[in-house]
């Protein structure tokens, strides 16, 4: 009465036709039966045992479910609730997954990843928690599309963006001028010139670039509290953008350009009133809301360590609901004994350390703000002497924070 798809391995979605005149049961059970090849180490159970056996026993078969990613634990409570649902998961993935062309870049990565994903589901965390579960337990809560990243994450054609072309010269404009901000002591590194005939319509040609430093950004005590906070979160080895994966997000990698730790300001950390009044001043420095920035990220370097070249501009997030990084506001958290300058080998031009010091800089053009400016790379050059502690701001076009929360 119930044929198995013979031949196709169990994680590879092997699907099963299910006869009509079976329960729900029979078809988890049957179709686990199918699994038996994959998975070492079980003994086949028997038709009825779900009725009989204690929940302890279920929980140790390793079978059900493992066609759809990992084996789902049946609790004993919920047992014929759970097997429902897996079979109802079954006959979702093998009539809309695998057939309707929505689904197409998601069938191979459509599973479900911890054991629970079908109790959760059950008792109503697709729901609840749907962060987590959309794409944790994607067959459980029907949720495979939202797996690719362009269904999940689709572009808003009213958002409004935080700079249009000629703003990014205004903002500086009105930073070094603004009353309210000389507190923060800024100083110009740099601003644009531009030539006879190549005015702001073609800013592409401007000679030079805004670059800011701010030599009272943070209180000695706020600087000493932002590196404490990043060794409450723990400082663990930084990771840059690497290959793009078959769900359309990024990988994050560790490599040897990028040699320091860093923390990232989530959670306590970012709740705490030294971060909030951190964040809140870049707000009111750049009029951008401080939504569209990531979360700060902590840095600490040792001796010898580093950040080779690079910008701070991320190219596929042009098409991402937060749009590309348009600035960076970096904070020097310590004073270092020696080494350790922020260089920018375009412009020629060194900043270094010392604490409660900030600078800031545009990562795109003035006249057009969703394309990189190359002129902005930077490095962080080795500490020589000393350990140099920091804090990216990285500001985006678009709200980051509310997107990042389901995974965008
Ligand atoms: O540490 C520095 O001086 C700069 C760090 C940097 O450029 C980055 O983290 O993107
Ligand atoms: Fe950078």
Redesign the pocket.
Known sequence: NVVSDAGGTCLNRNLYTISDGLGMFDVALETARGCENDIEGTTAISESSYERESPAVLEKDKRIGADMGEPQVIDGDRTKEILKHIADTRVYLKEKVMVEPQYEKVRDICMNKHASCTFWAVIGECEKNPAYMELQCAPACRTCEQLHVETRCPLDVNAVDALYPGDLDKMFERIITDAGLQQYGPVVLSRPSYAPGDGPNNATYSIGIWMIQFEKALSEEEADRMIELGGIKGYER?KDVGEKQPDGTYQAYVNTG?T?TNAWCVDSCYTDPVAQALMGRIETITGIPETNSENL?L?R?EESQF?QT?N?YINYQIERPCGVRVL?F?VYLNDVEEG???DFPRLNMTVM?KKGRAVMWPSVLNMDPNRKDPRSD???LPVIKGV?Y?A?AWIHMRDFKTPNKKGC
Do not use: E, F, I, V
Request: charged share 15%; net charge positive.
């Open positions: 930084s990028r320091s990220q840095l370097y950040y690079h701070d960076t970096y350790g300058g922020t350390p930077h490095q962080a140099k920091g990216n």
